[in-house]
């Protein structure tokens, strides 16, 4: 195969080199056949070389996607501009934060700081940046040299705000001081605080200038005024038992809506409660969808201290949620989807993961009968579980399988992965403007490959998987998945950045640097819209290990992708599509879905305005649109729902809002979320009988105090509260724009009602050097430091429920 090269340099007041190299990969058996493009570019400063590449023959596909060539006609046009920048500051951690959607505003925290007995001793600098990190202005005189806590961070504001609150370490008077900022970090404001902050400001989404957070001793404090001043609307007191408490009015009226709460979270429009029940230390699951107004009892197994709950996903149709075992002696009134669901004995970590880059799909891990750990995937949202397949160009050793053909399926390493210590650098990573991307690390069989996971990427939603890189990398999407990169993950300093334009079949290298850098993370803008991916990582000065300075080196892809998508650009997708001769093919929920997907041998940019295009077709009722009713299973490999052989003959009856129903039914019930029309309608009646029945274990008590401030920190405006235990043991609720997080310290089996929803909105970046394994660490604007405690194998067999 050839082409056609041409190089141009322009001129420029200083200096720099260009290397260019070209190698042929020919080897369709494995995979797609690749040419591969090393581009170098050193410079001092600025670079400024443009590569013209056409007629090159790129990439075969080795699978149909939407489109196919024998080969793929390419036109590269390459003008990467790659700028580094060095922070001589010689600072120990730093973080970043991406300040606006579109604004190009990046800020960098570095700090230095020495314990002394029981006083830091610390210095901070600020940086800031409108050009998506090209450039960066020393601004630490906008907080007035003030060392900042890093544990607190930089707090963004929602939306596009242009909000930022730092919070700096004053000794001198009562409390901390915090400092504020309109215009994108243009200019900050201080304001001193009465208090000790213990975690960080937690922003009103639905009004920035009110902000609410918690002090060392554990009081409520609000601000209506964006900070400038403060209340304390709540003490922290031991009362023995905990109280859920809600305002609709910042606080002015506080109303006791349920006690005897072990934990809370909000979940899509439902809120969940941990109840105790009196019984020792047995809970149960409580549920409410009017705020707390009404509580219903889940109809789920009761947990002991030993076990836990916990939400994995949450919508308005449908919940997730873990329970460690079940102990429910009829177990009538709950739908179980996944048996041997993969939990630490914490609780802490589990590997589901909703792919976002396709509705319906979710995966998640399971132990299997001989204690090994397997991947599973649901592509209609837990109604079925099945192995993920193995890609077509991996290998597996059936011998060191155990002669189990079934255990060269694709094991996707994930959270348990990473709390064992394993070689894997970053979680599975989704967007839901890439449709259908998928990049994660994973195994294939052998025991070998689980020590060195490779990078393997699905471009239909986990349906069929390619191993795209070799060995564990740093990956990202950008420009809405029309262009991954990626950086090798190892303990040696690198200059290189590997990307593709084609959904992962083909790889480029990019030399970024003629100086390597120990590599330490990617940033880039949230959302997978920009072009601009920032490389952070530091470099050892001349005075040794304890001299290296942080060193960021930011890449404008926008130039490798110069030309706007157009029509032409675009091919028709239809999801969830296996079986083209099936009328039904590609019906999920209920209906089809029809994209417009980039061709993969476009090289274009879908831009910042890049909407996704979808053609939604309602499907007829089929079976497979029902999922088994209380009471019910499906054999394997069959679609019939069967009764439960300890069931038979029972009457299916359970309570809710305080009178028994008789459930009635056939054996099947639509999936929540559902939208098929038509076809097969199995008979379902719930009959009132009129029977009045316990349908909650709360009790709360009529309370109500006046003039106690409180804010909104719900998306609904509504603020929930929780009194806990003294003793030294407290467990702190935060609400962040797009996800609840439940922590807890000190505290064993605690429930962790958790979403394990990733925030797609304000991602942070934070890196301490001397902690080489927590260098990737991406912290949510309201991250708390959590104790990682020692992990476990659950060898019972938990379940995944889905609450409807």
């Not at 964006?226 to 009362?239: A, E, N, P, Q, Y």
């Not at 950086?487 to 390597?516: L, M, R």
């Not at 309570?655 to 028994?660: A, E, I, K, Q, V």
């Not at 807890?744 to 301490?768: F, Q, R, S």
């Amino acid at each position: 195969w050839g082409g056609n090269l041409s190089i141009s340099s322009k001129a420029h007041t200083h200096t720099h080199s260009l290397s260019l190299s070209l190698s042929l990969s020919l080897s369709p058996s494995s995979g797609p056949v690749c040419a591969r493009v090393f581009l170098s570019c050193f410079q001092d400063t600025r670079p400024s070389v443009t590569l013209l590449f056409s007629g090159l023959s790129a990439c075969q596909p080795s699978r149909n996607v939407g489109h196919t060539h024998s080969s793929i006609q390419r036109t590269y046009l390459l003008f990467l501009s790659c700028l580094q920048y060095a922070f001589n500051d010689l600072s120990g951690s730093v973080s970043l934060a991406w300040v606006g959607d579109g604004t190009g505003v990046l800020l960098v925290l570095t700090t230095f700081q020495v314990p002394v007995f029981m006083i830091r001793l610390g210095q901070s600098k600020l940086y800031r940046s409108e050009d998506y990190g090209k450039t960066f202005q020393d601004v630490t005189h906008l907080i007035n040299n003030t060392f900042v806590q890093t544990e607190f961070g930089i707090a963004i504001g929602p939306d596009n705000s242009g909000r930022v609150i730092m919070t700096g370490d004053v000794s001198e008077g009562g409390g901390s001081r915090i400092f504020r900022s309109l215009d994108y970090g243009h200019s900050f404001s201080p304001a001193d605080l009465p208090f000790f902050p213990l975690i960080q400001t937690l922003y009103n989404p639905n009004d920035n200038n009110v902000l609410l957070t918690l002090s060392i001793t554990l009081d409520l404090w609000l601000s209506e005024d964006f900070g400038s001043t403060w209340r304390k609307i709540h003490d922290s007191v031991c009362l023995g038992m905990l109280e859920l408490k809600r305002s609709l009015d910042y606080g002015k009226n506080i109303k006791t809506i349920a006690s005897k709460i072990y934990s809370f979270v909000l979940g899509g429009r439902f809120v969940f409660a941990s109840i105790m029940t009196g019984s020792g230390t047995q809970r149960m699951i409580h549920v409410s969808i009017d705020g707390g107004d009404v509580w219903n009892m889940a109809q789920l197994p009761t947990v002991g201290h030993e076990q836990f709950y916990s939400i994995l996903a949450a919508s308005d149709d449908m919940v997730f949620m873990h329970v460690d075992e079940p102990g429910d002696d009829r177990g009538t009134l709950y739908s179980k989807s996944l048996e041997r669901h993969l939990y630490t004995a914490t609780g802490g970590d589990t590997d589901f993961t909703n792919v976002t880059s396709l509705r319906g799909v979710y995966m998640t891990s399971v132990l299997t009968e001989d204690g090994s750990v397997e991947t599973v995937v649901s592509f209609d949202q837990g109604g079925e579980w099945r192995p993920v397949q193995r890609p077509r160009n991996s290998r597996c050793d059936t011998e060191t399988a155990t002669n189990r053909p079934d255990r060269c399926s694709l094991h996707i390493h994930a959270l348990y992965s990473i709390s064992m210590k394993m070689n894997v650098p970053l979680l599975p990573l989704t967007q839901f403007n890439a449709i259908g991307l998928i990049l994660a690390h994973g195994s294939v069989g052998d025991p070998v490959s689980v020590l060195s996971p490779d990078v393997y990427v699905s471009d239909d939603g986990g349906y069929s998987w390619l191993r795209a890189l070799t060995g564990p990398h740093h990956y990202a999407i950008l420009d809405s998945g029309g262009l991954l990169v990626a950086v090798e993950h190892t303990s040696a300093p690198v200059n290189q950045i590997k990307f593709s334009t084609d959904e992962g079949q083909c790889w480029h290298v990019y030399n970024f640097t003629s100086e390597p850098l120990y590599f330490t993370g990617l940033a880039l803008e949230p959302g997978a819209h920009s072009m601009n991916l920032s490389l952070w990582g530091y470099r050892v000065g001349l005075q040794g290990p304890l001299s290296h300075y942080w060193v960021s080196v930011t890449i404008d892809f926008k130039q490798l992708l110069s030309r706007d998508c157009g029509e032409g650009d675009y091919v028709q997708w239809l999801a969830h599509s296996d079986d083209l001769n099936n009328p039904n093919d590609g019906c999920i929920l209920g209906y089809k879905e029809r994209f417009l997907r980039l061709r993969k041998d476009s090289v274009c940019w879908n831009g910042r305005d890049y909407v996704i295009t979808t053609q939604p077709t309602p499907c007829q009722c089929t079976l497979d649109d029902y999922q088994c009713d209380y009471g019910y299973h499906r054999a394997e490999n069959s679609s019939e729902c069967v009764e439960q052989a300890d069931l038979k003959g029972h009457v299916l009856e359970f309570c809710l809002h305080g009178t028994t129903e008789q459930l009635q039914t056939s054996g099947y019930r639509k999936i929540p979320g559902d939208r098929c029309v038509g076809g097969i309608q199995p008979k379902r009646k719930e009959i009132d009988l009129r029977r009045n029945c316990i349908s909650n274990a709360l009790h709360p008590k009529p309370l109500v105090s006046g003039s106690i401030p409180a804010t909104a920190i719900a998306a609904t405006g509504v603020m929930l509260v929780k009194k806990y235990v003294c003793g030294g043991r407290f467990l702190v609720h935060r609400y962040s724009v797009l996800q609840q997080h439940a922590e807890a310290n000190g505290i064993e089996g605690v429930d962790e009602l958790d979403t394990h929803t990733t925030e797609m909105g304000k991602t942070h970046y934070h890196e301490d050097s001397d902690e080489r394994a927590a260098r990737d660490l991406i912290r949510q604007p309201d991250s708390l430091p959590k104790t990682t405690p020692s992990h476990h194998c659950l060898l019972l067999p938990p379940l995944i429920l889905q609450l409807l």
